[in-house]
């Protein structure tokens, strides 16, 4: 689409992107191809020369087990944590959409985690689980249960799985209540007609009517396990006990502040980048065919 | 005040869509000229023109003798009513009509006087401080057409303004922009695809199609003396019937259909064959009495009738399976679904064109 | 629903306060440690009721920080995120403005190309390009301050496309009139667009004000003096994870503090928030 009415110009509107312009070459596309250029060659022991190895430092990495595992406790989060926060939210967005008149006021109630840094949802969430004093922990032990995240890999990916999802339930409740709200009543009530019962009603009717914003919702979840949870891993578990929560982007981050592997921290950002573009290249065909509907 | 001439003009878009063909006429200053025609049929594009909105491909147009093709539409001395009213949603009625004024450095109690003026004018004056959203559609139309007072140009300019109003208010607001227009006596060019809009704000009536334009002249010229098919179709309501005729053995024929006119026009129809045009309300339901002299008569066979009170439109066919005719009588008459009548049309009121150029064929000649 | 059951519905808010619950309690937890003495917390007894320290602790906090380290009072850090947050939101706001109206407004060589590269970066966020881009600020001798800690993350393909869908819902007449009304294309910016623009830019300010608030990773990277740092790394940096010695209601007190700016900015512009948020998704 484009429009009719324009202005006739031929600096100004170089002026005008001038700004975005700049800052998107000189903070996007130089660092990320200085990252492509980078993962294709290998430093010397004292960094002062370089050499073209094509793709040797990816092979490298993934000659390595330890990069399997990370990728491996990456999805394992990713997928623990978009479980949990779509179905819980879910869940809370079902129950607000029958109140008519409190739903306003429960997303209120529900939506403001959304704005707490990860950072510090990891330090609330680990306040609660801090092996010595933590109220949580506390009563854990009290029912017999030792919990302690900074020695226990289950019990430090359980803490951060929490604390992510308590952080994006708000988003995709928002998301899912909008959406449900979007559904005609009248088609809820001709399925009522019709006898389906309220749970029958809502996975025959409801849930796939309601897929597109779970498909988008899913598709949101995954970036923002991948780069947003980086908060909360570094200010609760530090990626520990044992690299048990190190994520992907965790691990370009660790690594490449130890330093050294110049080369083989760019090819790990490369394939981060490729990873967000895959998804982002998913996200948009499911927008491409939501327009054609 | 100015005349608008326009020279050859012609516009062709980019991609080679030829949206107006060689377009010449001159507005006298003052006057109210009005284009009308059928979407798509180049009027708005060339009113744009004008505005200087679109750019011209070729001629010129000229407004107050001076050429424009090559000036900006702030430069050109105009003012426009959008179809739309393109009122700015975020300022208030008065800051609407002041901002070209403030635009063009007008002192600010002048800019005030010239509002307020034009508010008292339009009825508006409790209006300004409310912002468009808060006006009704009628009061909208009032605040685009002060937009265009306040600023006292050479011309108007008007695409389309009252198509987003009820039947009711439209009425109410053509006579007010005739009143308007006859007070300020400003030029003004019009665009509309309502006949009837066109016929009672124009001095000057243009009718365009497909990019070209078909007649220019007085409303009432062109009603009775359409120069072409076109012409003779799209003034009037309902239509002309427009019937294809043949020269038969005793006269005029019908192409279609069983024979059903009496009386010959004295003339001769081209081999290419002729379209009859007869309004309406000029054929009339008779008795036995003939057809007025050098006129026609016509078998009838009614099929439907419409009294609406002050006057009855009946539907039907001329003989019994011809074409399809539509007569306007004023008051009630009496006649039957089913029944065959016989109705009546003087010579003058006859119209016969060619049915290969669409061109008038001159029944006097 | 269409059934009325009193007890489906009595059950149905049961449940939501349930979840309310539970949301709201690690923060109610974090805000009743920040008004106890730190042995209460230490000894692991703290009540789950407030305590008498209140104002005490957030006096400390704001104005003279921990006493194990030496590490700065959180007055100046809110002071650095209230920067940041606010160069950021305003940065793309204004950037994005004017791109988008070239882009929509004007036709010029490369339009789209620009356009393209703009709409890329949607894909990559800064963590996956952190080192090459830390670098690149180094280089620039931009560390340790504002300008390096806001402006590589002011880039942002988000506000560009948003500003340039409601655009493209501007109707072409008003752009008209204001040409016939004697608007150059700046006027026109300045006088109609940008004004019809508040509730997006409004909706966009919201969601990149806690956009910038919230960030951790560049900020971490990016500052090494103390008095730059800001509040999300500020509360990081006083908890010790294996040492019992941290001074919780200190951090808690933090930790409250560094929630507040954005939670607030939500709940008070909720309906913006939400528009921004879900016009975004497009």
Not at chain 1, 20 to 49: H, K
Not at chain 2, 200 to 215: C, F, P, S, Y
């Amino acid at each position: 689409m484009e429009k009719r009415a324009i202005f006739q110009g031929r600096l100004l509107p170089f002026a005008l992107v001038a700004p975005q312009l700049v800052v998107t070459l000189v903070f996007f596309y130089w660092p990320a191809s200085q990252a492509v250029w980078q993962s294709f060659l290998q430093e010397d022991a004292f960094g002062l020369s370089s050499e073209f190895v094509g793709f040797a430092n990816y092979r490298d990495l993934f000659a390595k087990a330890d990069y399997y595992r990370t990728i491996g406790t990456t999805a394992f989060f990713s997928a623990l944590v978009t479980a949990l926060s779509l179905s819980i939210a879910l869940f809370l967005a079902v129950q607000a959409d029958r109140q008519l008149k409190g739903a306003t006021a429960y997303r209120t109630l529900l939506i403001w985690p959304y704005a707490v840094a990860p950072a510090v949802a990891g330090v609330l969430w680990f306040f609660m689980f801090q092996p010595s004093l933590g109220l949580v922990s506390q009563g854990l032990r009290g029912l017999g249960f030792t919990w302690n995240p900074l020695l226990d890999s289950t019990d430090a990916m359980a803490l951060v799985v929490m604390a992510a999802t308590w952080k994006q339930v708000s988003y995709n409740f928002l998301f899912f209540l909008a959406g449900l709200q979007a559904i005609p009543k009248s088609v809820i009530e001709a399925a009522a007609i019709d006898g389906a019962r309220p749970v029958r009603r809502f996975w025959t009717i409801v849930f796939p009517l309601l897929s597109p914003t779970t498909f988008y919702l899913f598709v949101v979840n995954v970036v923002y396990v991948f780069f947003d949870t980086f908060g909360i891993i570094d200010a609760t578990t530090a990626g520990g006990p044992a690299k048990a929560t190190e994520t992907l982007v965790y691990k370009v981050y660790s690594d490449g502040r130890v330093g050294g592997d110049l080369g083989g921290s760019a090819a790990q950002s490369v394939i981060l980048m490729v990873i967000v573009i895959a998804l982002t290249a998913v996200q948009f065909r499911f927008i491409e065919r939501k327009v054609q509907y | 005040m100015a005349e608008v001439v326009l020279t050859g003009v012609g516009k062709t878009y980019a991609g080679g869509v030829t949206a107006v063909t060689d377009v010449e006429f001159t507005v006298p200053d003052g006057a109210f000229c009005v284009l009308v025609g059928p979407s798509g049929c180049g009027k708005s594009t060339l009113l744009r023109m004008i505005a200087g909105l679109e750019t011209i491909t070729t001629g010129t147009v000229s407004i107050g003798g001076r050429v424009v093709n090559a000036v900006e539409p702030a430069e050109r001395d105009i003012a426009m009513v959008f179809q739309n009213y393109a009122l700015y949603p975020h300022m208030s009625v008065y800051d609407n009509m002041a901002y070209g004024l403030r635009n063009r450095g007008t002192p600010k109690a002048e800019i005030e006087t010239r509002v307020r003026e034009a508010a008292r004018v339009l009825e508006l004056g409790d209006l300004l401080a409310r912002k468009p959203r808060q006006l009704s559609g009628g009061q909208r139309q009032r605040v685009a057409m002060g937009r265009a007072i306040v600023r006292k140009p050479q011309v108007f300019l008007f695409d389309e303004p009252l198509s987003n109003l009820d039947a009711k208010l439209r009425v109410q607001m053509r006579v007010e922009i005739r009143r308007l227009q006859r007070s300020l006596a400003t030029t003004s060019v019009y665009v509309t695809h309502d006949q009837l809009e066109a016929m009672t704000l124009a001095d000057m009536l243009v009718v365009m199609n497909k990019g070209r334009v078909e007649q220019i002249g007085a409303p009432l010229d062109l009603y009775r003396r359409p120069e072409t098919l076109f012409v003779a179709g799209f003034i009037g309501a309902p239509p002309m019937n427009l019937i294809d005729v043949a020269i038969g053995p005793d006269g005029l024929r019908p192409v279609a259909g069983d024979a059903g006119i009496v009386g010959g026009l004295g003339i001769a129809v081209p081999a290419t064959g002729a379209r009859l045009g007869i309004r309406p309300e000029h054929l009339h339901v008779v008795g036995d009495e003939p057809a007025p002299e050098g006129g026609i008569a016509l078998s009838y066979t009614v099929s439907a009738v419409e009294a609406v009170g002050a006057e009855t439109f009946l539907h039907g066919r001329l003989g019994a399976t011809g074409p399809d005719v539509v007569i306007r009588e004023p008051g009630t008459i009496a006649a039957a679904p089913g029944t065959v009548r016989r109705v009546v049309a003087r010579r003058d009121d006859l119209h016969l064109f060619d049915r290969e150029t669409g061109r008038r064929i001159p029944l006097d000649a | 629903m269409v059934e009325h059951r009193p007890f489906g519905t009595a059950l149905a808010h049961l449940t939501l306060l349930i979840g309310i619950a539970i949301l709201a309690f690690p923060v109610y937890l974090a805000f009743v440690a920040s008004t106890w003495d730190a042995a209460t917390i230490a000894n692991g007894k703290m009540p789950l009721t407030p305590g008498p320290l209140f104002l005490e602790n957030y006096w400390r906090t704001l104005f003279v920080g921990t006493s194990g380290t030496t590490r700065q009072p959180v007055g100046g850090m809110l002071f650095n995120s209230f920067v940041m947050a606010m160069t950021i939101a305003i940065g793309k706001i204004v950037i994005s403005l004017t791109s988008a109206f070239a882009v929509v407004y004007f036709r010029f060589p490369f339009r789209m190309t620009i356009f393209w590269l703009i709409f890329v970066t949607l894909m990559l966020p800064v963590e996956v390009r952190i080192y090459p881009t830390y670098k690149i600020v180094a280089d620039l001798n931009m560390l340790d301050t504002y300008a390096g800690l806001t402006i590589p993350l002011i880039a942002s393909a988000t506000a560009t496309l948003l500003f340039r869908q409601f655009f493209m819902t501007v109707p072409d007449e008003l752009v008209e009139a204001s040409k016939i009304d004697g608007a150059g294309p700046m006027k026109f910016f300045r006088d109609t667009l940008v004004p019809l623009s508040v509730t997006s830019v409004a909706a966009m300010f919201v969601i990149q004000f806690i956009y910038g608030w919230n960030q951790y990773l560049w900020p971490l990277l990016i500052t090494t003096r103390d008095d730059m740092q800001t509040i999300v790394i500020g509360i990081k940096k006083m908890i010790v994870t294996q040492d019992a010695l941290t001074e919780w209601q200190l951090a808690m007190a933090t930790a409250v503090l560094a929630m507040l700016p954005p939670v607030l900015v939500v709940i008070v512009m909720q309906k913006l928030f939400v528009r921004g948020l879900v016009e975004t998704e497009k």
